[in-house]
Nanobody, 123 residues
Framework: QVHLVESGGGLARPGGSLRLSCVAS????????MGWYRQAPGNQRELVAT???????NYADSLRGRFTISRDNAKNTVYLEMNNLKSEDTAVYYC?????????????????WGQGTQVTVSS
């Protein structure tokens, strides 16, 4: 019903920057929340940041100030600007979108995940 496409991952040097994008498409009625999570090898998936339809944001405490999440409601797109990258930011980053898709007689909830994009920070 809902499909996510992520882009923008890759290799960055310590102190560098990357910008991730995630576009949601499909039979979407409305999007409630969009966010980014990450999973490093041997670790559990963890929250990076979320943003709701009113643009209110929530960040992992350790990332506040270096990462910025934003969304374009008209484009069903969420972005993650990552600055001053560190080696410990190396992980697969996953986009998550929650909302409602069109369905008869009433819209139904969806909770979609992207396929993940690799971010590697190394000199």
């Amino acid at each position: 019903q809902v499909h996510l496409v992520e882009s923008g991952g890759g290799l960055a040097r310590p102190g560098g920057s990357l910008r991730l994008s995630c576009v949601a498409s499909g039979n979407i009625f409305t999007i409630v929340a969009m966010g980014w999570y990450r999973q490093a090898p041997g670790n559990q998936r963890e929250l990076v940041a979320t943003v709701n339809s009113g643009h209110a944001t929530n960040y992992a405490d350790s990332l506040r100030g270096r990462f910025t999440i934003s969304r374009d409601n008209a484009k069903n797109t969420v972005y993650l600007e990552m600055n001053n990258l560190k080696s410990e930011d190396t992980a697969v980053y996953y986009c998550n979108v929650r909302g409602y898709y069109r369905s008869d007689p009433v819209p139904k909830v969806f909770d979609a995940w992207g396929q993940g994009t690799q971010v590697t920070v190394s000199s």
